[in-house]
C-alpha cells in the first residue's frame, strides 16, 4: 500500500504559504513512513515525469539539477529526505533563473510536487509497515490562519530564499521534538462508493503545480464530490487574487460563482474535464475571438497562443475562467464594456504567463486601474458631487459626448487601441503610449498603472447620436426606398398611360430614386461616424460616384429623345439603347441599394456579425403583406392620379405658374405619400393577426382547446404529463389490453403516483390562493392512486363523465383557466427526454426600487374602517374573499367561527395573537391580489421550488426529500435587487422606511432558502464616499434587534464609484449580475406572478438551452404572459393589448418573420452570453432608457438567436389607471425615439436581409414612427380639405380631386387603423376562448370605448417619439401600478394632455370648419370627428369621478382659472411658467434643424400660393406723395404677412419689460392680441374678395410663427444683444398660446358641466371604469359578513372594517 498522508490535518482555508508548510510536514511523515529503499527509489524516480508538466518545463538546467539531486538521494533512510530534495531543487531552480521572483515561485512548486508524489504513486505493500510501529505524526494544530484581511499581506511579504531555506533546515533538525504519536494504523481515507463507469476523485488539495491541477480534473468522474472541485477553484482564485490584487470578497463570490456554473455543466456531461472545456467554450468564446483578432496584433503575439477552449489544458482552462469572472467580478459599470474587459482579460493573461509575479495587496486592482478609467466615463457626463450629477440636466448628453459603446469600441481596434493609450508624463517628458512601453504582451498588465486614461479615452466617439430623423433615414434607407419606389410607380402608372406621348421619361424617372437616398445614406452616414476610417472612407466616395451612374444615364436618354447624339461621330444614338441603358444601370443600382450593406463599414478588426439570414418563410410572408399594400394603394390612386392630371394639365396650358403649381401638387401628394407609408404598417399586423392564428390553431391544439375549456378532453392530460412533462418511461402496452376509457388502466403504479401527486399538489395551490373552496377541492382532488384504480376520480378527469359537463370545472374563472392552461401546455410537442438533473441552472432577477413590497394595515384600514382599496377587492373578488374568510378559520389549531367570546377573560391573549395573525394574512390576501413584491416573490419561490421538487420527486424516486431540495437549489435561484433595502432602515436617510424594511425582513424570513437580496450601500470615509453592492440571505446575523433591522452582508464588494449613472433599472440589476449562480438567467420584474401547473415544464424550458444553432445555443428564449391586472376598465383594455402582443404577434415574430428579440420579462436568457455582450441591459442615459430591449439587439448583432414557446408562462401586471397606462406609454415611446437614434439600430438597418429588416423595423422603432404617419396623415388630409374648400373661389384645379380623394382614401385608412389594432386580439380570443369570447371582446371593446382610446394612444406614441427625435431628454416616467380609483383634476389634466393632444385636436377642428362648405362625405366627418373627441375629451371619459357632481366639475374648472390666470409660480401653480418650461425642450436641439423647412412652413407656403391665386401681389411704381395708392399697396402687402401689430406692442413693451421688471398679466396681452388682429383683418377686408382665405392664410402663418419664435427663444439667437426681440417674441407667442388654451378650456370645462348634470350618469360612469357599483346593495348571499356567533372573526372586522360585519355570512 502507498504512504498515506494525513490532509486533514492541513485547513484548506489558511492562505496558501501556511498550506504550504502543512504539506511539508504532512510529507515528512510519509517520507518517514517509507523506510523501504524501494518506496524511495519509487518516489525519486518518478520526479522527472512531474518534471515534463511544469511551467518552466524548457528550462533544461533546472531538469538536470533536479534530476541529479533526485539519483544523489537514493538509498537515504533519513525521515528529511524529502526536505532535502526539495531544497535542492528549490536551489537548482534558483541557480538557472534569473528572476529572483520566479525563482522563489519554482521553489514553492517543486517543494510541493515532490513532497505530494508520496501521497500520489502507489508502492510495493511489503514496505508498508507494520501497525505495531509507533508512526510519528506532526501536529499542525499551532498552525493558525490570519484573520481575513490579512491575507494580502501576508503573499506580499513572503520569506525570501534564504528565508525558506533556513525554515527547512531547522524544521529538519527540530522534527523529532514536534511530533505526537498516531493511532496504530494508517488513518484511511474515507470516499463515497462510485459506479465502475467513474474514476476515483482523490485530489491533491494542497499544491500550486498547474498540471497537478489537470490530472486531479481529469482523475474526476462526474460523481466525485463537488467539494474536491471547489477546492481546485479556491486554489486558483486566491492565487489570482494575491498576483493581481483582487477584492476578498469578490473572490469568494465569483469562486462561489464558478463552482455553480460548473456543477450545472458537470450534471450534463460525461466527467468534469468534458464539463469545464464546455463551460469554457461558451464562457471564454468572444475573448478568445477577440484575443486572435485584437490582441495578437496589438502585441505581436502568435495566433498560437490563443488555443479553442477545446484544445486547451484543464488547468489552463479553469485559470482562464476563474480569471474571467475574477475581473468580471470587479468592473462595477465598466461590465457595460464588454471589450474593454476583454483587453483587461487578454492583459492580465498575458501577464500570468510571463516570467515575473508581483504580489499585490487587496484591491490594488480596483484603485489603480478600475477606478481611473471609471471616473473618465463618470466625469464625461456627470459633474462631481455626493452624489454626483448629471452635467445636463433634463436634456440629452451631446451627441459627441462619449458613452459606453464608444469607449468599448475603442478595443475593437487594435490601431485604435496603439494610438489612443497614452502613458502619464513623468517629469515634463512627452507622453508615451503603452504600445512603445510595452516591450512583451506579459507588460502591459504591469503599465496599466501608470496609463493616462483621461487622455487616452478622449475624444473617442464613433457614433454620434444626433436627435434628429436623420439617423433614421440613414439607417433604414432601404425601407424608404422601397415605398417610395412603390408609391412613385402607383401614381405614374395612374397618372399616365405607359409609354404614350413619351411616357417612358416619366416611368425612367423612377431609376431616380435609389440614387437619391443612396446619396443621403453615404453623406448621413460620414455624418454620423466620426471614427470611420479613411480607407473606407475614400471607399464610400467612390461607390457614391457609381451609384449615380443612373442619374448620367437618364440625362443621356433625355438629350437622346430632345436631339440627336452622335457617337465617337460616327453615328447616332438611338433611343432604345438609351433607355436600355438607363434601365440596366438603374436596376443594378437598385439591386445593390436593397442588398445588405458591408458588416464592416469600419474596417475593424473586432466586428461581430449579426444573425439572419433571408428565409423562404419570411420572404412570403413579406409579398403577401406587400401584395395587399399594392392592391389597396391601386384601387384608390386613380382618384390622386385624376387631381394631379387636372393641376398638370392647367400648368400645361399656361393659366398657372410653375411656382405656384408645386404647393397644388404637394397638398394632394404628401397626404397620399404618407397615408401609403404608413399603411404598410397596418397590412402587416393584419397579416400578422391571421398568420399567428393559423399557427396557433396547430401549436395550441385546435379543435381540442375548445373541448379543454369546458372540461372535456382533459382524461389525456395525465399521460401527456407523465411522458411529455415528466419523461417518465413509458409503460410496454399489450395492443389488446389498451383501455381508452380508463385512463389509469394505461399507466403504472409510478405514472399514476407522479400524476396523482402532482394533480393534487395543483388543487392545493389553487386552494392556499383561494381561488377554490373546500367543497371544490374534495370534488377535484383524487383521494389516492389506490381509489383511482378502483374508479374513484374527479369528474373533470373521469372519461364516463363526458356528456355530464356541468359544474365539472370550478365556478373562479382563475381557476378555470389555469387548469385549461395545463391541459393546453400539456398536449404540445415535447423535447427529447430529460432530467431535471440535466438541466442548466438558472437564476431569478427581480429589481426593486420604491415598488410596495406588502401590504399592511395602515393601507388597508384608515380611521373609520376599511380603504378604499380593501373595499373594491371585497367587492370585486368577493367569491375569492368567501374562500379567504373559510380558510383563516381555522387559524391557530382552533374552530375560529366557534370561538369563545371575546369578552371571556381567559382567551384574551390567544385572541389578540389571532388577531395578529388574521391581521396579517388579510394584508397577504391582498398583497396577493395587487400588484406587489410580494405577489412576485411568493409566485416565484413557491411555484418554482414546489414544481422542481415533485419534478425531480417523480424523476429521481430514490432521493431523499434534503437531497431533493438540494438539487432544485443548484438549479434555481432567487436574487431581489433591492437597490434601496440599506436606505430602507436608516433614518437619517431620506428613502428610510420602516415598512419598507419590515416587508423586505419578513421576505427573508418567510422565503429565506431561496431568496437573498442583493442592494447597493455607500459609506462616507475619510477618502470619499465608497459604494459597494452587497448581499444578504436568511442566514446572515441582523445587526440590530429591531423587526425592520438590516443584516450584516454575506458580500461586500466595492463599486468604483457612484453606480446609477443610467436610469437606475439596468445599473441596478448590473450590480447585482454578479451574485446570480446559474447558467441562465430570467429577469422578472416586480409586478409578476408564477403558477406551479405553468412551471411544471420550467424543465422544459430550460432543457432549450441544450440544443444549439450555427454552434450557439438561444440567447433568449421567449415565452407568454398572463395578464392579471384586468381591473376595472383601463385595465382591461391594456391587459388585452398585452395579451395580443404577447401571444399572436410574438409568435408570428417567431415563425416566420424571425424577428424577435427581447420584450415580455418571462424570457430566459442565456447568462453566458449576456455577460459576454455587457450584460442583461445597457445603462447609458437617455439612449438606454428601454435598458432591456438592447440585450435582444446586441445579440443579434453578435451571431446569437432567440426563440418562443408557449408551453410555459408566468403572470404580469400591466398599468390600471388612465394615467398611469398613458404614463407607461410615453415612457416606452420616449425609448423608441432614443433607439432610433442608436449605432445598434443603424446596424440593423444596414446589415440585416431586407426581409428580416422589414419586420425587425415595424415591430419595434418603426411601429412608433408608424404612429407620427398615421398623426400627419390625418393633419395633411384635414389640411388638403380646408385648401380645396378655400380653392373653390379661384379655380386652382384642385377641389374635385381632392374631394374624390379625400372621400375614397381617408375612410379606407381609418378603417384599415381601427383593423390592425382590434384584429390581432380578436383572432387570438376565437382561437383560445371560442366563438362567443371573440363576440363578446368585440362588443365590450366597442362599448368600453376601445376606438377612442387606441386614437387618444396613437396621438400620444406620434408625440413622445417625435419629440424625442427631435429634442431628445426621455426620462424614467414611474407610472405607479396600483387600482387608479382617485379622481384627477382638471387642471392636471390640462397641463397633461393639452400639447400632446388638445392643441393638434383645436387646430383639425379650426382646418374643419375652413372645410365648411364642401361635403367630403359621411366617412370623412365621423373619422375626423371620432379623432377630434378622442384627442380632446378621452381624458375626462376615462377620469374616475369626472362627472360626479356639477360642484366639484365647477370647483375644477376655477381651480383651472386660478392656474391660467396666475402670474408666477411653479408649472402647477402658473400657466406661464408651465408654458415657457414646455417650449424649454427646443433648446436640446441643433440649431442647424431651426432652418429646415417645417411642415408648418410648408403649410404657410402653400397658404401664401392660394392666396396669390386670389390676390396677386401689385407692382410698386408711385411715388412717396402720392399716399392713396401706396396705402393701398401697403394694405395689399400686409394680406401675405402675418399679424404684425401685437407684435410691434410687444417689441415696444419688451425694454420697459427688461428695465423695470414690469410683466403685464398675459390675459390682458391675449385680449389685446385679438383685438390688434381683428384690426388688421378689418383694415385689410377693403381689398380682399374672401376674408375667409386671408384668416386661413393668418392662422398658417401664426401657427409658423409661434413655432419659429419659440426656437430663436429657446437658442437665444443674437445673444444678449437681441435680448428685447427675444423678449418681445416669447410675449407675443405666449399671447397666442393663452387665447388657444382658453379657448380650449372653456370648451372643455363646458362639456364636462353639461355631462355632470346628467342624472345619474356619474354611477353610469362609474359602472363603465370598474364595472362595479358601490352604491347598490348586494343580494344576500354575496355579502362578505359573518354571523353573530362568528365571534373571533367578527370581532376581526368590527375593529378593522365595520362596515363589513353590518350583515350576517352564511357560513360557507
Known sequence: MRPHVPTDDVDTDMPKFDQSRAASRAVSRAASRATSPTARSTTVENIPTLLGRLPFRGDAAASMAIEGSCKSSQGKDDANAGYKFAETTARALYKATEEVAAARKAAEEAAIIIMEEGEIEEVDSSSAPDNDE???????????????????????????????????????????????????????????????????????????????????????????????????????????????????????????????LWESFVDRHRGPSVALHDLGKQLLRSQMEWWEKVWCPLTGTG??????????????????????????????????????????????????????????????????????????????????????????????????????????????????????????????????????????????????????????????????????????????????????????????????????????????????????????????????????????????????????????????????????????????????????????????????????????????????????????????????????KVAFDYLVTPRLGFAIDKVWHMHALGDVRFWLVLPQLAVLILPAALSSFASLSFFEKIVIAVTGALRGIRILGGFKLCCYRRGIGLTHMPAKITHGVLHLPKQQQDATRYEATRWWNNMSDHELGAFVEIWNCMMTELRERDLISDAEMNTLSFESKEAVRHGRLPKVLDPLNVFDIRNILPVNQEARRRIVGLARAAQMRPLPPSTLRQCPSMTVLIPHYTETIRYDRDDLFT????????????????????????????????????????????????????????????????????????????????????????????QEPSLSQAECEELVRKKFQLVVAMQRYAKFSDPNCPAYDIRQAAAAEAILQTFGSWLSIAYIDEKDEPEGRRYYSCLVDSNCPRMTESQAGMREAKFTVELPGFPIMGHGKSDNQNCALIFTRGELLQAIDANQD???????????????????????????????????????????IAADNEFAFGTVVQRTMDWPMGCRMHYGHPDIMDKIQ???????????????????????????????????????????????????????TAKVSMGNGEQAITRQWMRMGLHLPLARLLGIFYVHVGWYLNQCFVTWSLQAFSFMAAYAALGKQVDIGIPSGAMQLTTSYFGSFYVGFMLASMLPLILEELIENGLRAALRSIASSVLALSPVFAAFQSKLMAHFFESTVHYGGAQYIPTGRGLATAHEPFAKLFRTFSATHFADGFELAVLIVFSSGTDYGMAFYMCIGLTIMSWTFAPFLFNPKQFATTSQVCKDFRDWARWMCKGAGKADESWVTWATELQAVRANSSIVWVLVPSARFLAAACSTALLLHLEPIPPFGLSIQQWFPLLQWIRSILVFLPPLAHFVLCFVLSPLELSCGIKPPYACMAVLAIALTCCELYFMQWQTASL??????????????????????????????????????????????????????????????????????ANVHLWFLFRTNPGAKKKHDDKACLQENDCMLLEFFQEFAPQLAQHPLERP
Not at 445597457?1178 to 439612449?1183: A, D, E, N, P, V
Open 1588 to 1657: 375667409a382665405v386671408v384668416a386661413f392664410h393668418k392662422y398658417m402663418c401664426v401657427r409658423f410663427m409661434l413655432e419659429a419664435a419659440d426656437d430663436t427663444v429657446a437658442h437665444r439667437l443674437g445673444g444678449c444683444l437681441l435680448r428685447p426681440l427675444q423678449r418681445a417674441l416669447s410675449s407675443w407667442a405666449l399671447s397666442f398660446r393663452f387665447v388657444r388654451d382658453a379657448v380650449v378650456g372653456i370648451i372643455l370645462a363646458v362639456c364636462c358641466v353639461a355631462f355632470a348634470a346628467i342624472p345619474g350618469l
Open 134 to 260: 509507533e508512526v510519528e505524526v506532526v501536529n499542525l494544530n499551532s498552525f493558525k490562519p490570519p484573520p481575513r484581511r490579512d491575507v494580502c499581506q501576508l503573499h506580499w511579504s513572503l520569506p525570501s530564499w534564504e528565508a525558506v531555506a533556513g525554515f527547512t533546515a531547522r524544521l529538519s533538525a527540530n522534527l523529532s521534538s514536534r511530533v505526537v504519536h498516531a493511532s496504530d494504523s494508517p488513518c484511511e481515507q474515507t470516499t463515497t462508493s462510485y459506479t465502475p463507469d467513474y474514476i476515483s476523485a482523490d485530489v491533491p488539495e494542497d499544491t500550486d503545480d498547474a498540471s497537478s491541477l489537470g490530472q486531479s480534473i481529469n482523475n474526476m468522474g462526474r460523481k466525485a464530490p463537488a467539494a474536491a472541485r471547489r477546492s481546485l477553484i479556491d486554489r486558483v482564485c486566491n492565487d489570482l487574487q494575491s498576483r493581481l490584487g483582487l477584492q476578498y470578497d469578490s473572490v469568494r463570490n465569483q469562486a462561489e460563482h464558478v463552482h455553480a
Open 1170 to 1224: 449576456m455577460l459576454q455582450q455587457g450584460g442583461v441591459s445597457k445603462g447609458t442615459r437617455g439612449l438606454n432608457l428601454s435598458e432591456d430591449i438592447f440585450s435582444g439587439i446586441d445579440l443579434m448583432l453578435r451571431g446569437g438567436w432567440t426563440a418562443y414557446r408557449e408551453y410555459f408562462h408566468v403572470g404580469k401586471g400591466r398599468d390600471m389607471g388612465f394615467m398611469s397606462v398613458l404614463s407607461f
Open 1090 to 1132: 408564477a403558477y406551479f401547473e405553468a412551471s411544471l415544464f420550467l424543465p422544459r424550458a430550460l432543457q432549450e438551452f441544450t440544443a444549439t444553432c450555427n454552434g450557439r445555443r438561444p440567447g433568449i428564449l421567449g415565452f407568454r404572459e398572463h395578464i392579471f391586472s384586468n381591473v376595472g376598465i383601463m385595465g382591461r
Open 303 to 628: 495566433v498560437h497562443e490563443c488555443a479553442d477552449p477545446e484544445h486547451t489544458a484543464d488547468d489552463v482552462l479553469l485559470r482562464d475562467i476563474c480569471l474571467f469572472l475574477l475581473l468580471w467580478g470587479e468592473l462595477g459599470n465598466l461590465r457595460f464594456c464588454p471589450e474593454l474587459g476583454c483587453f483587461l482579460f487578454a492583459s492580465a493573461r498575458s501577464y500570468l504567463a510571463g516570467p515575473v509575479f508581483e504580489r499585490k495587496p487587496e484591491g490594488a486592482f480596483l484603485e489603480e486601474v478600475v477606478k481611473p478609467i471609471f471616473n473618465v466615463i463618470l466625469f464625461e457626463t456627470f459633474e462631481p458631487g455626493l452624489p454626483p450629477k448629471f452635467k445636463f440636466g433634463k436634456a440629452p448628453a451631446p451627441a459627441d459626448a462619449c458613452n459606453y459603446d464608444d469607449w468599448n469600441e475603442l478595443f475593437w481596434d487594435p490601431f485604435r487601441i496603439k494610438r489612443a493609450l497614452k502613458l502619464q508624463a513623468k517629469g515634463g517628458e512627452q507622453q508615451t503610449r503603452l504600445h512603445t512601453a510595452s516591450r512583451k504582451a506579459s507588460e502591459v498588465w504591469t503599465l496599466l498603472p501608470d496609463v493616462d486614461w483621461l487622455a487616452s479615452l478622449r475624444d473617442q466617439k464613433s457614433h454620434r447620436e444626433l436627435h434628429s430623423f436623420l439617423p433614421l433615414l440613414v439607417g433604414f434607407y432601404r425601407i424608404w426606398l422601397l415605398l417610395s419606389l412603390s408609391f412613385a410607380g402607383l401614381v405614374l402608372l395612374r397618372v399616365n398611360e405607359p409609354f404614350a406621348n413619351k411616357g417612358y421619361l416619366e416611368w425612367s424617372a423612377l431609376g431616380l430614386i435609389a440614387p437619391s437616398w443612396l446619396f443621403l445614406y453615404h453623406v448621413g452616414f460620414q455624418l454620423l461616424t466620426p471614427k470611420i476610417s479613411w480607407k473606407s472612407r475614400f471607399a464610400c466616395f467612390f461607390k457614391l460616384i457609381a451609384y449615380m451612374i443612373p442619374v448620367a444615364t437618364y440625362a443621356l436618354e433625355r438629350f437622346s429623345a430632345e436631339q440627336q447624339i452622335l457617337i465617337l461621330g460616327i453615328g447616332e444614338l438611338p433611343n432604345s439603347i438609351a433607355v436600355a441603358l438607363h434601365t440596366a444601370a438603374s436596376t443594378m443600382v437598385l439591386l445593390l441599394a436593397l442588398s445588405p450593406s458591408s458588416q464592416n463599414l469600419y474596417d475593424w478588426r473586432f466586428y461581430p456579425s449579426s444573425f439572419g439570414q433571408l428565409g423562404i418563410p419570411t420572404a412570403l410572408f413579406w409579398f403577401s403583406v406587400f401584395g395587399a
Open 863 to 954: 380611521e373609520n374602517g376599511s380603504a378604499e382599496l380593501l373595499q373594491f377587492l371585497v367587492k370585486y373578488y368577493s367569491d375569492e374573499f368567501r374562500h379567504f374568510a373559510s380558510r383563516v378559520r381555522h387559524l391557530g389549531g382552533c374552530d375560529l367561527w366557534n370561538a369563545a367570546p371575546a369578552a371571556s377573560p381567559a382567551n384574551g391573549a390567544e385572541r389578540n395573537a389571532q388577531l395578529v395573525e388574521l391581521n396579517t394574512e388579510l394584508c397577504k390576501w391582498a398583497s396577493l391580489r395587487m400588484q406587489t413584491l410580494w405577489r412576485t416573490i411568493e409566485g416565484i419561490c413557491l411555484a418554482y421550488s414546489k414544481a422542481l421538487s415533485a419534478v425531480c420527486k417523480q
